[in-house]
Each structure stands twice: as structure tokens, then as C-alpha cells.
T-cell receptor, first 113, second 114 residues
Framework: AQSVAQPEDQVNVAEGNPLTVKCTYS??????LFWYVQYPNRGLQFLLK??????LVKGSYGFEAEFNKSQTSFHLKKPSALVSDSALYFC???????????FGDGTTLTVKP | GAGVSQTPSNKVTEKGKYVELRCDPI?????LYWYRQSLGQGPEFLIY????????DSGLPNDRFFAVRPEGSVSTLKIQRTERGDSAVYLC????????????FGPGTRLLVL
């Protein structure tokens, strides 16, 4: 069985500061890992994914994530937060042998001016 | 290009009624997924199709839930004898293929069972 944990329900940062949204996972074999963002009353928007290769993955809107196999983590990062980054962020894991994704319960990011 | 679309955007029904939720995937995407999202939680997998066939329906909660994709494009999620606990946002996603391809999500259908 595959699972995802997002240990923080909420992350607050000041605009211009770096941000980190944490994600740990459990899956048999090598995982496929994804980050999505959800704005109010909108669907999930894809940010980035890790499939294989370089552990540092760069995605949309200046976001990046680092895959750490030994810690089974895939934390989302951004060097300088914007107020417009305030949203709900979801981490997801997929077993390469399965089509379905398992999502965490989300982390609400609030960036204050 | 056009993204995943879902209709209706909102559906209010009474307990015991039958509902159908429709999903139009991105053109050319062979894989289609249904998820359910309750308030304060992440999307929960229901079923996915590769082409016309259901490749994995392990997430369907019970036999009141059924989904079809007869021509390998549009899909319909059908819920019989709706219950108040079925109230949630139903999300559809599609991807070029299954496996490592990115799943692109529609805006969802918000279902409220009174």
C-alpha cells in the first residue's frame, strides 16, 4: 500500500522569505512523486514531479522539490515566497505499477506581505 | 488547449436519488481517473480507465458507485441511492497514458445530498 504524510496543516511565511512544505511517503519500489496546488473553488494544478534522475526537480512558478530516498521525503521549496503563492498544496505518490495516485491531506500555505 | 471539463459544476439532490457526473478529458488522453475530495482532505482515488476498460476500481466505496467510459473518451460516474455521506467534490483527471504521466485535473463537481 502507498501513503503520503504532510505533517503540517498550515505553513506561514513572510513575503520574500524562503518556504518549505513537507511531504513524506511510503511505497513499494521506486516512487513517482507529484506536487499540486489548489486555489479556492478551483481544481488541482500540477506543479512538478519526480520520476527518476536528478533529485532536485524544478517546476512551475519558481517552485522546486528535492527527492530524498533515504528519508522518503519530497519537500516542496521556493527561495522567495510571494503573496500569490498562498494556497492549498498537495503531495501525491504513485506506485509505478499502479495508475492511481495517493494524496496527502494538504498543507495550507499563507504568505503575508 | 482545452483542459479537463466536468459537468455539472454543482449538483444538489435528495437522499435516495440517482445522479450522473460527467467528465470530458483532454483530447488524446487515454487514461482517465475519478477521485473524491471531502472537506479538509486530499483527493481519494475511486477508479481509473485505460481506454474503455476500468483498469482499477478498487477505490469505489460500494456497489452504489459505477463508472463507464464506453468510447474511451467521455466518462460518467453514476451514483445510485445517494446518501448524505456521498456529499463531496468529485474530481476527474486525465493523462496521456497511465504510469508516470502527469494527471491533469478538472474543476470538479460539487455534490450535495440533502
Amino acid at each position: 500500500a502507498q501513503s503520503v504524510a504532510q505533517p503540517e496543516d498550515q505553513v506561514n511565511v513572510a513575503e520574500g522569505n524562503p518556504l518549505t512544505v513537507k511531504c513524506t511517503y511510503s511505497v513499494s519500489g521506486n516512487p513517482y512523486l507529484f506536487w499540486y496546488v489548489q486555489y479556492p473553488n478551483r481544481g488541482l494544478q500540477f506543479l512538478l514531479k519526480y520520476i527518476t534522475g536528478d533529485n532536485l526537480v524544478k517546476g512551475s512558478y519558481g517552485f522546486e522539490a528535492e527527492f530524498n530516498k533515504s528519508q522518503t521525503s519530497f519537500h516542496l521549496k521556493k527561495p522567495s515566497a510571494l503573496v500569490s503563492d498562498s494556497a492549498l498544496y498537495f503531495c501525491a505518490v504513485r506506485d509505478p505499477n499502479a495508475g492511481k495516485s495517493t494524496f496527502g491531506d494538504g498543507t495550507t500555505l499563507t504568505v503575508k506581505p | 488547449g482545452a483542459g479537463v471539463s466536468q459537468t455539472p459544476s454543482n449538483k444538489v439532490t435528495e437522499k435516495g436519488k440517482y445522479v450522473e457526473l460527467r467528465c470530458d478529458p483532454i483530447s488524446g488522453h487515454t487514461a482517465l481517473y475519478w477521485y473524491r475530495q471531502s472537506l479538509g482532505q486530499g483527493p481519494e482515488f475511486l477508479i481509473y480507465f485505460q481506454g474503455t476498460g476500468a483498469a482499477d476500481d478498487s477505490g469505489l466505496p460500494n456497489d452504489r458507485f459505477f463508472a463507464v467510459r464506453p468510447e474511451g473518451s467521455v466518462s460518467t460516474l453514476k451514483i445510485q441511492r445517494t446518501e448524505r455521506g456521498d456529499s463531496a467534490v468529485y474530481l476527474c483527471a486525465s493523462s496521456l497514458f497511465a504510469g508516470y504521466e502527469t494527471q491533469y485535473f478538472g474543476p470538479g463537481t460539487r455534490l450535495l445530498v440533502l
